[in-house]
């Protein structure tokens, strides 16, 4: 049995969860969000928490356990606080600017880059070389960001490029002459 399926997540006021069909609906302040549940798992809303069950004690039914557990617990957090990851911007003359619904990125390239924000997900720009990516789904959040990150991964040398906020890039020592040496 999973250690982390067979604890039980709290709904916060204002949030409800149903399942019904083998269909998790989770609706709060927020918005809502589903998950389908397969396998031999089972899902029950009492007591002000959801309880997911594992039917057999199958490998398959374990793995699947924690995961639905995770998944709900981060649907009923994302409906009620939502995600939000940082990147910043690093390199000279590197800037980013929100115009409508896209990001205007120019990170050393010829042209500029842009970026739509895409169905449930909001952009901000705090500063030039700063990118707050927010939303309900952490999968969508976390995606979002990730791919704006690989536009421009951050260079082991320098520096320059996109990196999530607080990210430590290791640099490397650049060539050395080679004077001095026999």
Known sequence: ????GKLPVAIPAGVTVEYKDSLVTVKGAKGALTQKITGAIDVKVEDGHVKVLALNDQ???NARHGL???LIAGMVK???EG???GLEIRGVGWKVAKQG????????FSHPVEFAEPEGIKFECPSQTEITVSGIDKVLVGQVAA???ALREPEPYHGYGIRYKGENVE???GKTSGKGKK
Not at 1 to 4: A, F, G, P, T
Not at 101 to 108: D, Q, S
């Open 1 to 4: 049995m999973s250690r982390i």
């Open 59 to 61: 490998d398959e039914t």
């Open 68 to 70: 639905y557990r995770a």
């Open 78 to 80: 994302g409906v009620s």
């Open 83 to 85: 995600y939000t990851k």
């Open 101 to 108: 619904n896209k990001l205007v990125m120019n990170i050393g």
């Open 147 to 149: 791919d704006l990150r």
């Open 171 to 173: 640099h490397k020592e």
